[in-house]
Every structure is written in C-alpha cells, then in structure tokens.
Nanobody, 115 residues
Framework: QVQLVESGGGLVQAGGSLRLSCVAS????????VAWYRQAPGKQRELVAA???????NYADSVKGRGTISRDNAKNTVYLQMNSLKPEDTAVYYC?????????WGQGTQVTVSS
C-alpha cells in the first residue's frame, strides 16, 4: 500500500521557519511529480509548490520568495522549506505525488503560525 507520510509541522511564531518533509513508499518515486498543497479552515485546498520529475519547480504567488521545494529521489522524500511565515500560512499541508496513472495524497501535517 502506497503511503505518503508528512512531518515537520507545528506551531511557529510569525517570521519563523519550518521545514516539512514527506516520505513516500513509492517504488519509482523519481517518476512522480510531487507537490505540497495546503488547506486552511473554510477554504479550498490550494497548490503551494511543486517539483517535476525533471526538477522544474513552481510556486504559488503567496509563497514565492519564502518557500523552497526540493526532492531527494534517493530517499523518496520531498521537502518544503518555508521562511518568513505569516499567520495566513496557517493550514494543513498535504504532500501529493502524481504519476502517469495514479495520484497519491498524504494525511497532512498542521502548520500554525501565531501573530
């Protein structure tokens, strides 16, 4: 059974940083485009950042300059480094892996930014 397990969330003060990690139990992880999404209470899930199999990255305007997504195919892991956190970054952050046929989601990790 495929699992994506996120970690690294927590409570942080505004202006602080967090590094989220997602480990995927995928046999061909390098063949998957991976991304981080987030969902705040009462809002739709939104893309935060994505990285393709070739290493091309894409960011939501709201996190450009503050977020960095990276992947380590040897460790089946994708990271999201978030700096200068704002209260509006408060959300559950989800890891996503999308292949040619299948798509997988993690259970999410809560990030709470206090003002």
């Amino acid at each position: 059974q495929v699992q994506l397990v996120e970690s690294g969330g927590g409570l942080v003060q505004a202006g602080g940083s967090l590094r989220l990690s997602c480990v995927a139990s995928l046999s061909m992880f390098k063949m998957y485009n991976v991304a981080w999404y987030r969902q705040a209470p009462g809002k739709q899930r939104e893309l935060v950042a994505a990285v393709t199999t070739g290493g091309t990255t894409n960011y939501a305007d709201s996190v450009k300059g503050r977020g960095t997504i990276s992947r380590d195919n040897a460790k089946n892991t994708v990271y999201l480094q978030m700096n200068s956190l704002k209260p509006e970054d408060t959300a559950v952050y989800y890891c996503n892996a999308r292949g040619f046929v299948f798509e997988y989601w993690g259970q999410g990790t809560q990030v709470t930014v206090s003002s």
